[in-house]
């Protein structure tokens, strides 16, 4: 019995199946992405008496407060549908991974119609291909592969280009932070400089003032050694004083007498006349 052989196409929806069908790609993407999700939803939803079931199940095996607690989150857990993968067989879950593959525009092989069923005989449902066409397509890919292989040698050294950017900018910020620490450090020496010519200039202040001091205590004594000074000078000059005192007395003294001499004399002269 014959096999009957798949339309080209039919496995990826390439453009030409879908023109062929009158459908355009985006609608028969759309559709088949459509029966995906309804056979997934299909598969994943319970009945409404299994969600009951398991209800009265834990209901009637709950025993103390822990017990009714972990019944309580079972029920929710049934009433959100839970997840049939508890259940499932390992075929239901390859069915459930070839589903989501299909989201993607991947489908399963069909060995079989790869294999064929007569061994003496070329039935299989294999495209033909001319060997210069065979290897004009393998050489074609092969370049495909040497471009993608360059691709990802070039994200690779993209990626290290990245990482030593980023140890160098790490590198960068280090090294402003040393610079920071030294522009500190630099401050605090400002710092110490202006507080040591503070220091200097209340020192010269203070050198200042004590020859001040000196000074006012030399006008001190000159002073008090002019003040002997004037005492004594103001002792002479009473001295001084005192004697045209005594010589204007003298004076007066001698008048005194020349005149009583001069009256004797006067007085002799008119007895004798």
Known sequence: MPVKKR??????????Y??????????????????????IKARFQKPADTVNAVADGVQT?????????????????AVNGGSSTVTDDAKQSLNKASQIASE?????????????????????????????????EKLKIQRQNNALEVRL???????????????????????VDFSTVGIETATKVVKNEIANT?????????????????QQRVATQGTMNLTHGIEDEWTLKLELQQTKNDRLRL???????????????????????
Request: charged share 35%; hydrophobic share 30%; aromatic share 4%.
């Open 153 to 175: 040698e070039k994200i690779k050294q993209g990626r290290k280009v990245v990482a030593v950017a980023t140890e160098q900018r790490r590198l960068i910020g280090d090294f």
């Open 61 to 77: 095996v709950a025993q103390g407060v822990k017990t009714v607690e972990r019944a309580a989150r079972t029920v929710r857990q």
């Open 7 to 16: 339309e080209n196409g039919s496995l990826t929806g390439s453009k030409r």
């Open 251 to 273: 004076d007066i003294e001698g008048s005194h007498r020349d005149n009583d001499i001069k009256r004797e004399e006067l007085e002799a002269r008119l007895i004798e006349a």
């Open 18 to 39: 879908a023109a062929e069908k009158g459908k355009s790609v985006e609608e028969q993407t759309q559709e088949n992405h459509a029966k995906a999700m309804e056979r």
């Open 104 to 136: 993607y525009g991947i489908q399963e092989i069909e060995i079989s119609d790869l294999l064929g069923t007569d061994p003496y005989s070329a039935d299989a449902n294999i495209p033909e291909m001319k060997a210069a066409d065979a290897n004009r």
């Open 198 to 214: 503070k220091y200097l200039t209340e020192q010269s202040k203070l050198e200042q003032t004590e020859e001040l001091l000196y």
